[in-house]
């Protein structure tokens, strides 16, 4: 499985924008870069996923690099509810693996009031 | 629109004792995932299903874990024996497919203690 690296942690403020970035230097032409995120005590919630462009939606916009290396995943504005754990994974697309998550240890975020 | 759900949401059981837990996955939703999360850790997948078939069960240890999904809905997986080291929180999802546009949806999952 293509691997992720992410920043152990990180630090908000409330209402400011959190720009949390991932390198997947391994990264195929067909893996999808997919976010997710996880709430203390709450199984993962999907955030966002791309290709190659650019992607918005209501809960954030990912940024993908030219050469799809890495990617930020972009809050906005941060609430006390986005303190969570934030995982960016490569989504397979091939084999057996097809649809697979494999999430690794993400980054958790903290934001302070 | 019901989310996942999964029971019992918290089990406390001895080594070497069996158990087993119960996940009903969204509505229509044909595929569905069983993952393992261990303390500090992500999640680890376990074992796919696409309806009540088996997709994917590469890491799951099939000497003391098993999982069924009958009639393509309900599935349950369990633990027999249970070791020390099963102690996690199981976390079951389901996706309308396969496919890579189509999100996982998680449930709340059980936090399983062996003592």
């Known amino acids: 499985d293509a691997k992720t690296t992410q920043p152990n942690s990180m630090e908000s403020n409330e209402e400011e924008p959190v720009h949390l970035p991932c390198n997947h230097s391994t990264i195929s032409g067909t893996d999808y870069i997919h976010w997710y995120r996880q709430l203390p005590s709450q199984g993962p919630e999907y955030v966002i996923h791309?290709?190659?462009s650019n992607v918005n939606n209501r809960m954030a916009s990912l940024a993908i690099a030219e050469d799809r290396k890495s990617s930020t995943l972009i809050l906005h504005r941060a609430t006390l509810r986005d303190a969570a754990v934030y995982y960016c994974i490569l989504r397979d697309v091939q084999g057996t693996s097809y649809g697979k998550l494999t999430f690794g240890q993400g980054t958790i975020l903290t934001v302070h009031p | 629109e019901a989310g996942v759900a999964q029971s019992p949401r918290y089990k406390i059981i001895e080594k070497r004792q069996s158990v087993a837990f119960w996940c009903n996955p969204i509505s229509g939703h044909a595929t569905l995932y069983w993952y393992q999360q261990i303390l500090g850790q992500g999640p680890k997948l376990l074992i796919q299903f696409q309806n009540n078939g088996v997709v994917d069960d590469s890491q799951l240890p099939k000497d003391r874990f098993s999982a069924e999904r009958l009639k393509g809905v309900d599935s349950t997986l369990k633990i027999q024996p249970a070791k020390l080291e099963d102690s996690a929180v199981y976390l079951c999802a389901s996706s309308l497919a396969r496919g890579d546009s189509y999100e996982q949806y998680f449930g709340p999952g059980t936090r399983l203690t062996v003592t």
């Open positions: 791309g290709l190659t």
